[in-house]
Nanobody
Framework: QVQLVESGGGLVQAGGSLRLSCADSGRTFSMYAMGWFRQAPGKEREFVSAISRFGATTKYADSVKGRFTISRDNAKSTVYLEMNNLKPEDTAVYYC???????????????????WGQGTQVTVSS
């Protein structure tokens, strides 16, 4: 069973940085590709970044490319999202998710993910 818990959110000024963490309490972490999504008030949940099972493949939304970095530590069953040069439009609840597929190493669709964390709030002030 996969149980994901995010942490690291908070309030930061524009231009600042945060690192989000998502830990899995189960023992099957390396079996899953991991993704980060975000949802702002009144908007749909959107893809942010994803990483393959052993980290060889990563993918980013255009809006965060060059500013955010995804990584994972399978020994710690944790995936990270390093966020730099944050902008007010990055304000959202950030969710991590775990998914498995034989079709691709990473996925951008929410429907490709089987397990979700509870989310962590990121607020960027201008």
């Amino acid at each position: 069973q996969v149980q994901l818990v995010e942490s690291g959110g908070g309030l930061v000024q524009a231009g600042g940085s945060l690192r989000l963490s998502c830990a899995d309490s189960g023992r099957t972490f390396s079996m899953y590709a991991m993704g980060w999504f975000r949802q702002a008030p009144g908007k749909e949940r959107e893809f942010v970044s994803a990483i393959s099972r052993f980290g060889a493949t990563t993918k980013y939304a255009d809006s965060v490319k060059g500013r955010f970095t995804i990584s994972r530590d399978n020994a710690k069953s944790t995936v990270y999202l390093e966020m730099n040069n944050l902008k007010p439009e990055d304000t959202a609840v950030y969710y991590c998710a775990a998914g498995r597929s034989n079709l691709a190493p990473v996925f951008v669709a929410t429907t490709s993910y089987n397990y979700w964390g509870q989310g962590t709030q990121v607020t960027v002030s201008s």
